[in-house]
């Protein structure tokens, strides 16, 4: 199982871009499927991004296609959620997780667990 933690998130202005990063502590990183989550307040966690355990396939929500873009590097067991032209509706709390990739839902969470997450606050 991986243990994530999260780092990146800040307050930007609309248009503005962000790099998220997430940092597996354990040795299970590159055997995962993994995807970045986001929770705004009064909404359900919902996965924006996912990639392949080599990094070769990604799925995206319809919101964020073409304006994110998830990356990994298995050799330091980390994964990257590049963030450009924020947008005030990108404004919550990001995740990151264990996936199963899933072309509808682009990931569902293996686990139940979640670490502290990373905070993004976009301005109009």
């Known amino acids: 199982q991986v243990q994530v933690t999260e780092s990146g998130g800040g307050q930007v202005q609309a ?11 354990g ?3 590159r055997g ?3 995807g ?4 705004a307040p009064g909404n359900e966690r919902e996965c924006v991004a996912s990639i392949s355990m080599t990094g070769t396939r990604q799925y995206y929500a ?18 990257y959620l590049q963030m450009n032209d ?3 509706e990108d404004t919550a709390v990001y995740y990151c997780a264990a996936v ?5 839902r682009v ?8 670490g502290q997450g990373t905070q993004v606050a976009v301005s109009s």
């Open 15 to 25: 248009g503005g871009s962000l790099r998220l990063s997430c940092v597996d502590s």
């Open 27 to 29: 040795r299970a990183f």
């Open 32 to 34: 995962y499927e993994m």
């Open 36 to 39: 970045w989550f986001r929770q």
């Open 62 to 79: 319809d919101s964020v296609k073409g304006r994110f873009t998830i990356s990994r590097d298995n050799a330091k067991n980390t994964m």
């Open 86 to 88: 924020l947008k005030p």
């Open 100 to 104: 199963y990739m899933n072309n509808v």
């Open 107 to 114: 990931g569902v969470p293996l686990h139940n667990s979640w």
